[in-house]
C-alpha cells in the first residue's frame, strides 16, 4: 500500500508539473506560493488547536480545488497557476509525509507520528 500512495503523489505531481509547464507562470509567482502555505505554521504562536487549524486550512486540498475551479470555470489564469502550484506544494508535503495536523501538537499529522522522538 506505501508504494501505491508514494506513486499516486508521483503521478498527481506530474499532472500538476504539466499544466504549469503549460502554463508557465512567472518565476516570483511560483516561488511566492510554494512558500506561502507554510506560513500558516505562525498559527502555532497561539497554540496547538489554532496551529492545526490554520495549518490544515492551508494544506488541505479543498482550498485549491475550490479556487481551480472557479478562476479555470472564469478564465483567470493566474487564479489557475496559484491553484495548481498550492496543489503541488501540498503533495510534495505528502510525500515527504507531512501531514495534516492533530491539535495534540505539531508533530501528530493524520500520516502518523513525524520527527525524532
Known sequence: MHWLLRIEKLAVGIVLGAILWKMQPELWLVVA???????????YLWGPRAGAWF????HSYIGPAGLGTMACLGGWDTGCAVAAL???HI?????LEYGLK??????????????RD
Do not use: C, E, K, Q
Not at 495549518?55 to 492551508?58: E, G, P, Q, R, V
Not at 503533495?91 to 510525500?95: F, G, L, M
Not at 492533530?102 to 520527527?115: P, Y
Open 102 to 115: 492533530h491539535m495534540s501538537g505539531f508533530r501528530d499529522t493524520h500520516l502518523g507520528r513525524i520527527g
Open 33 to 43: 506560493v510554494l512558500i506561502a502555505p507554510d506560513l500558516s505554521m505562525a498559527g
Open 86 to 88: 498550492w496543489a503541488l
Open 55 to 58: 495549518y490544515n486550512a492551508a
Open 91 to 95: 503533495v510534495a508535503d505528502r510525500a
